[in-house]
């Protein structure tokens, strides 16, 4: 138990550093180029999310987990997943290169033909890391996964800034995602000692089909239910600025969503995996990685909430002021995915990737209506999509117990202690322009410092539990 323990805490450390310092680096590079560029030139790239990330998803994900959770994998088993997906890769390029002047006849944007030629080259290139990074996830080696994330996210923001200050516009943003998946499938074939064999073992193509076809339609519907707001937000109704606040908006909101999210799942399935013949031990963890993803998400996002006027002014400059709307209800939505997604991994560790399916379709089946009924504005339809996403959550909580013995009761004892903290601090936080007169930068310094202060100091004389595990890990240590 204590080699489990102390294994998860080292990947859960390393996982954490990944994706902070991932972000953390996206976000500085964000915010530079957000103050060079034009809301226009993000609006170009917003308008190609949803087939870069659909193609990458449909690639990726079903194999991933499947051959995660699969104990006996064999180096030729490996080479012919490679070998599918980076066939899959060309295919879908080839597909997308044709349908490149359709894509920009649809935006009725011209320039989108040759830009979206060049950037989905990035599809063939994130083939080429798939296998790598599931052996190291395998082998719990977060610390490689994280040293190519990171230098990766380094080497491209060098790129991306240089190009935006010598006048690229929106050819700097997708240099950014390009160079950032080069440089990242490099360093993991470097880091990895795992290299293809010369006879590939096809016949597990189609065994890993019979348990990750259920998750590549989850991931593809869900991707784009996701992203079927970029291809609404499109001229003539709207501008093209207006798509690159969406765009950033929603950016900007997810940075922090992917972190916990990313942090906390991306050890969560492992674990969880490997403790399935250990249903109350698995209960334990499940209940510890909630409370967990409680502590930071509450505070995250409610205190993003509260500094978010300041914030936008201080941070990305008064030109990206009309995202606000946007950014406040994808931020309230986002407070719930992180429970939702530990919810939905857990049914796949236990091996019931069909009902996650079916929460994912329930999820975006009411995405949809609701757009389809809550469009008249930008602000209408994100409303719809938050009441998609708490609804969702909800129903992905209820179905959890039953496969996992984790009641809705204490799911709310486990999160509502951090919630109502956070809420007290976002308040205190709201009203603190009203009470003193300061300039925005100092307002929003002082924001950041009286939210932190008052969140950490109830969570302590309350008795955190999550606090005495950190004190208990960096004692040790």
């Not at 510890?288 to 930071?296: G, S, V």
């Not at 999160?415 to 100092?442: E, F, K």
């Amino acid at each position: 138990m204590d080699g489990l323990k102390s294994k998860a805490a080292k990947s859960l450390f390393w996982n954490g550093l990944d994706k902070v310092g991932f972000q953390f680096i996206g976000l500085i590079v964000g915010i530079v180029t957000a103050r060079l560029l034009s809301r226009d030139d993000f609006g170009h790239i917003a308008a190609l999310a949803m087939f870069t990330y659909l193609s990458n998803v449909f690639i990726e994900s079903g194999f991933t987990s499947a051959m995660v959770r699969r104990q006996n994998n064999t180096d030729r088993d490996y080479t012919a997943v490679l070998s599918f997906n980076v066939m899959l890769s060309i295919v879908f390029y080839a597909l997308l290169f044709v349908c490149a002047p359709l894509i920009a006849a649809y935006f009725h944007t011209p320039l989108l033909t040759v830009l979206a030629r060049v950037l989905f080259i990035n599809i063939i290139i994130n083939a080429f890391s798939i296998v790598q990074t599931i052996i190291l996830t395998k082998q719990f080696r977060f610390r490689e996964l994280a040293i190519a994330d990171i230098s990766g996210a380094v080497i491209s923001g060098v790129i991306t800034i240089i190009m935006a200050v010598k006048g690229f516009g929106y050819w700097a943003i997708a240099a950014q995602q390009i160079t950032q998946t080069l440089c990242r499938t490099l360093l993991l074939w470097i880091l990895s000692q795992w290299r293809p064999v010369k006879h590939a073992n096809f016949k597990v193509i189609r065994e890993l089909f019979a348990f990750s076809a259920s998750l590549i339609l989850t991931s593809t519907i869900s991707t784009g239910a996701r992203y079927i707001y970029n291809f609404f937000i499109r001229p003539p109704r709207y501008s093209m600025e207006q798509l690159g606040c969406y765009g950033q908006a929603y950016k900007f909101h997810n940075i922090p969503n992917l972190v916990i999210t990313g942090t906390v799942t991306g050890v969560a399935y492992p674990v969880l995996s490997s403790l399935n013949d250990n249903k109350p031990r698995q209960l334990l963890y499940l209940r510890k990685l909630m409370r967990i993803c409680a502590f930071i998400t509450f505070p995250v996002m409610a205190g993003l909430y509260a500094i978010a006027p300041n914030m936008i002014t201080v941070v990305l400059t008064d030109k990206w002021q009309p995202m606000l709307p946007y950014f406040n209800i994808l931020i309230i939505s986002a407070t719930f995915l992180p429970f939702a997604n530990i919810a939905l991994n857990t049914l796949i560790a236990v091996g019931k990737p069909k009902i996650n399916l079916y929460l994912e379709m329930t999820r975006n089946g009411l995405m949809l209506l609701l757009l389809a009924v809550m469009n008249s504005t930008i602000e209408i339809m994100l409303y719809g999509y938050l009441l998609a996403t708490f609804t969702a959550y909800m129903l992905d909580i209820i179905i959890l117990t039953r496969y996992t013995g984790y009641t809705v009761t204490g799911h709310i004892k486990d999160i509502l202690p951090y919630a109502a903290i956070s809420a007290a601090m976002a308040a205190i936080v709201m009203l603190m322009p009203r009470l003193l007169d300061v300039n925005v930068y100092l307002m929003f310094s002082l924001q950041i410092l009286a939210g932190a202060a008052f969140y950490f100091g109830t969570a302590m004389l309350l008795g955190s539990q999550i606090i005495k595990d950190i004190k208990e890990l960096i004692l040790k240590r």
